[in-house]
C-alpha cells in the first residue's frame, strides 16, 4: 500500500494505491460468489463505499443473497455472467465483459458464471457498504441456465 497525505481546497485525507497482492477477502461472503475489498471501510477512510471484485469459477452458481440498503452497480471484468431474480428467482439475464447492471436495495438474487470454462470477475461498487444478507429460503440447485461457452 502507497500513501501519501493531500490538502486540497481545506479537504485533508490520505491518497492510497491498494496493490493487487495485498487485498484481503471481504467480510461480506456468499457461496460461490468470492468478494475481494479493494477500497473499503476496513483498509481505507472509505465511509459511504465498497468497491472490488467478485470471482465466480466455472459453471459455478451463487447462493441467494441481497445487499440490505445498499445500491449496487456491477461490470462484467471478465466472462460470461447472470443474474435471477424475481418471483422463486424466474427473471434471469445474462451479461457479458462490459456490461453493467444496478442492483437496487433488498432485491433477492442470485448470480452466476455462463461459462464452464472461464473464470467470471465482476467490478463491484455498494454504497453505502459492503452489506450481505445471505438467504437460505431458495433451492437453487435446479434453475435452468443457458451456458455461453
Known sequence: MTDTTFDINK???IFRVYRAGDLQAAPGQTFNARRISGVSRENSAADGLWFGKVY??????SGAHHHGEAQTGGYVLKGHGFIRYGEGYGQIVYLE????????PFMPHIEGNASKTEELVWMTTRTPDNIVVNL???DIVDLEIEYRS
Open 136 to 138: 437460505d429460503d431458495q
Open 11 to 13: 479537504n485533508t485525507g
Open 56 to 61: 465466480t469459477g466455472p459453471g459455478e452458481v
Open 97 to 104: 465483459e462490459g456490461d453493467f447492471v444496478f442492483v437496487p
